[in-house]
């Protein structure tokens, strides 16, 4: 979660937030060309500055609503990834920076956690706290997934690729707004990129040999081997559309494009409410 995708969801419940940002072009133009000179740890205050600007000494419910959501987003998957990693019987493999690759996605969920905790701090209010439990299991869909490495990277696929659904920046209402539509473009990317490695390991690993670093296929628990997820690929524009902007994709102008092809082609956002109930199974 990040400041572009947290001013997203904020301008859904109030979309006068940038107004009373004014202007809004300066104002965020300012926050990013600051945030490039100071350290990240600064950041958070500087958010938490333009929210009492915008507000006053009050921060609304619905706002604050949004900070907490991404919060609880981010606690799980920071605990999924630090909890596999410690775990003594998961035995993640060293070769090929494996082990390596998880400490990286684990300790960028938690610069997450923290960020979005002193935002919610510098705005007088007390962070949603990490839950004392959570069930990686999905209700024991998921068994063996502190105890097989196959069965962790296929549930780290999943939150991944949902991730990379849930924060996909909406691009089209960004359009004549350079920093917003830079940065957005660029945090999908990253999001992204993350979701692909963890299928580019499952592959290496035998695990999914098939798969590619992008989804694929929205009928067969989408390369997972695991159609019990197959919701997690749903939603009100699922990964099966092969309809963009009013325009079927299939066999486009004669060309031969199958209804695989053309689904893979775009990944479909999913909503607040779509997310949190796929994140429910979890203990979430």
Known sequence: MNIVNILEEIEKVDGEVYERLSPRRTAMKDFFSRSSKVAMAAMPFALGSMFNKAYGATI???VLNVLQYALTLEHLEYRFYATGYDAPTLMIPT???QKAAIQMIRDSEKKHVDFLKTVITSVGATPVAEKAVY???AKGTFPTVFSSY???LAVAQVLEDTGVRAYKGRAGELLGEKVFLTAALGIHAVEARHAAK???MRAINGQAPGNKAWISNATNGNDTGIPAVN????GATPESNVSQAGVTITNING???SATAAAAAFDEPLTAAEVLALVAPFGV
């Not at 919701?231 to 749903?234: A, D, I, P």
Request: proline share 5%.
């Open 95 to 97: 070769e090929m920076n």
């Open 231 to 234: 919701g997690n690929y749903g």
């Open 150 to 152: 196959g069965t962790f």
């Open 135 to 137: 069930d990686f299991t």
């Open 198 to 200: 963890i299928r580019y």
């Open 60 to 62: 609304p419910d619905k």
């Open 255 to 257: 060309f031969a494009i």
